[in-house]
């Protein structure tokens, strides 16, 4: 009777256990941090560039991301674009230079230029970026830009 009670505890702490572990989704931990709408412009090393060119990028939770770009001087040169996006989680690197707090995950892009019918995959090979605080440091078509949350 003894081992049966001890057999039974023990199959109670296993499906507490078992409640208490979570199945994990597909999407790296940085999504939920990721989803808004971020303003901002190129990187240039660390600083913004002296252009007028506003740069806005919105992710939802659903995978979807739009992108436009509007230039008080240079309006010819704006874009918009839109697509999806697909997370995955980073592997840190020792010679990975990533301050504590900051997120960061691999991000693949693949959608259409409204100017272009032609489908941009370009960054659809995942690339890193990150968010530190309110910011965000993330390559889109062969630029760099850092963008703040909205």
């Known amino acids: 009777m003894k081992k049966f009670r001890f057999f039974a505890m023990v199959m109670i702490v296993v499906a507490a256990c078992a409640g208490f572990t979570s199945c994990g989704d597909d999407d790296a931990e940085g999504s939920n941090a990721l989803v808004g709408t971020w303003v901002g412009t190129f990187d240039h090393e660390g600083g913004y560039y002296g ?19 509007e230039s008080a001087t240079e309006p010819e040169d704006d874009w918009t674009f839109s ?68």
């Open 51 to 69: 252009n007028d060119e506003v740069v806005t990028m919105t992710f939802t939770a659903k995978g979807k991301m739009t992108a436009k770009s």
């Open 83 to 150: 697509g999806s996006y697909k997370l995955t989680n980073y592997r840190f690197d020792e010679d990975d230079d990533y301050t504590a707090g900051t997120k960061v995950f691999l991000i693949s892009i693949v959608g259409h230029f409204s100017d272009d019918p032609d489908l941009y995959d370009d960054d659809i090979e995942p690339e890193p970026c990150y968010i530190q605080g309110d910011e965000l440091f993330i390559s889109f078509d062969g630029s760099g830009y850092r963008l703040r949350k909205q």
